[in-house]
């Protein structure tokens, strides 16, 4: 069962514009929220995280935010530059437990 | 600091072979995750090894196989292989399992024929 959930797989965004890529759970026990940027060829790069007692968290051009309610948590990218251009995944997970649940990943395309 | 990495980069199987997979931590990382990534499916969790113990599991078949040694390396192996094993696994290092951030290596790519 998909505990998580990204439904756009693709998103295409013109330099220096924002970038919205948005995940959906299920499970309310989730209590730790994290992104992960993923290049061919490579493994996924840990991007920012947020737990769940926080609404947002910032670092630099990424924001990443928690709507615990709607069970939705977004990541912004401000601006958005060609270098972005990668599949970001959602994961969420219980802190302290080390099992995390991934969503199926969204391919951003930033285009110059 | 050396990165997380997988051998072989690249396998191909024929169906009913079993295969073995390595992976060497980030060097004092303690907690070894694997993961089957496949089109569609992203990642899915397969296992947790800490300090040689298997801690947490996912949901795949007993052919589906893990163990961690006393460095901390970690080995997956599956036997009996099928065609819808065929992806990319890919295995991430933490320091203690209690550090939420995952350290993610290349992965290796299985085909199964």
């Known amino acids: 069962d998909q505990q998580v959930k990204q439904n756009s797989p693709s998103l295409s965004v013109q330099e220096g514009r924002i970038s919205i890529l948005n995940c959906d759970y299920t499970?309310?026990?989730?209590?730790?929220f994290l992104w992960y940027k993923k290049y061919p060829a490579e493994g996924p790069t840990f991007l920012i995280s947020?737990?769940?007692?926080?609404d947002k968290n910032e670092d630099g051009r990424f924001t990443v935010f928690l709507n615990k309610s709607a069970k939705h948590l977004s990541l912004h990218i401000v601006p958005s530059q060609p270098g972005d251009s990668a599949v970001y995944f959602c994961?969420?997970?219980?802190?302290?437990?080390?099992?995390?649940?991934f969503g199926s990943g969204t391919k951003l395309n930033v285009k110059p | 600091k050396a990165g997380v990495t997988q051998t072989p980069r690249y396998l191909i199987k024929t169906r009913g072979q079993q295969v073995t997979l390595s992976c060497s931590p980030i060097?004092?990382?303690?907690?070894v995750s694997w993961y089957q990534q496949t089109p569609g499916q992203g990642l899915q969790f397969l296992f947790e090894?800490?300090?040689?113990?298997?801690?947490n599991k996912g949901n795949f078949p007993g052919r589906f196989s893990g163990r961690q040694f006393s460095n901390s390396r970690s080995e997956m192996n599956v036997s009996t292989l099928e065609l819808g094993d065929s992806a990319l696994y890919l295995c991430?290092?933490?320091?203690?399992?209690?550090?939420?951030?995952?350290?993610f290596g290349p992965g290796t790519r299985l085909t199964v024929t």
């Open positions: 991430a290092s933490s320091l203690d399992g209690l550090t939420l951030e995952q350290y």
């Open positions: 499970n309310s026990m989730f209590d730790y």
């Open positions: 947020i737990s769940s007692i926080k």
């Open positions: 994961a969420a997970g219980v802190y302290n437990f080390n099992k995390f649940y």
């Open positions: 060097s004092g990382h303690r907690s």
């Open positions: 090894y800490f300090s040689e113990t298997q801690r």
